[in-house]
């Protein structure tokens, strides 16, 4: 009875217009807001360009490009960021994941107390930050003089690779990294998980590594290249302490050579949409465990409509009604 009831649709009035019909229309806002937006962002990059190649009364030259690789302390000061950008990345998220996973595990009001410890960076300015520093860098050495401790403030103070840059910029990029896998938490049921893992055996560390991460691989590619930006467009802390990577030695050169410094910005931006690429291709890459899982469901599934056809046959077969045998 319930095939032959009729289905009522709803009537459509005259002037109505189908739904295909206005999907279909060109949004011509939209264009108009890319244009605008486009403009905004390429006009100051393609005026920075045309200030390095175009010299008033020597026309068309890139000699502020072609002397980048070859100036005084460009090698170092770029390796040096990236180096700190990628030890930054690591120590942020062996901080925040952890954190994060325990607290959607533990009870909810430690939510609110995580995310107001890492909220903190966005309320304190950098200059009061470096300012407590390094005021702690100068009077250590004062007192633990006698102690293992004083090796341990010059070693993170070392020129070669600063550790206490690693440590400030880690603390700047608390927000950054908190707000991106915290996005991607939320949409990932972790208790769930974590409980079938540990159900199969898993210890904890293997739950984090192949369970939890793999389900926010975008989000640790947003909050890597969030960071990665900080700490090569970060000037005052490095600057203040006596540290001369990569921002410090673009400042540094604009004063004798504005043209290479504007030529070096423009590199620095390539470099990091390059990065930025790479991290989001990294990001967007498929899970290792989905095709062994589909592999896996595909094979089964033969031998699951197999065994499900005797009970399809059972369920089929008349029910015998006593005395009629």
Known sequence: MAALTPV?????SPGAVPVAARLRRPRYWRGAVLAVAGLYFLTPLISSFVFTVHVPGQGLTFAAYSGIL???GFTESLFLSLSLAAATIALALLLVVPALVAVRLGPPRLRAVVEIVCMLPLVVPPIALVTGIATVLRWGPDHFSRTPLYQTFLAVQNESFPVVLVLAHTVLALPFVHRSLDAGLRAVDVPTLVEAARNCGAGRLYVILRVILPNLRSSLAGASFLTLALVLGEYTVASLLGFR????WIVSVSGAEARMSVAVSLLSLLITWALLLVLSRAGSGPSAGVPAAGSASGAAAPGATAASRPATTASAAP???????
Do not use: L, Q, R, Y
Request: aromatic share 6%; hydrophobic share 30%.
């Open 319 to 325: 029910t015998p009604v006593p005395g009629k045998e």
């Open 8 to 12: 009522s649709t709803p009537p459509v």
């Open 245 to 248: 990577p990569f921002a410090v």
């Open 70 to 72: 070859s100036a005084d």
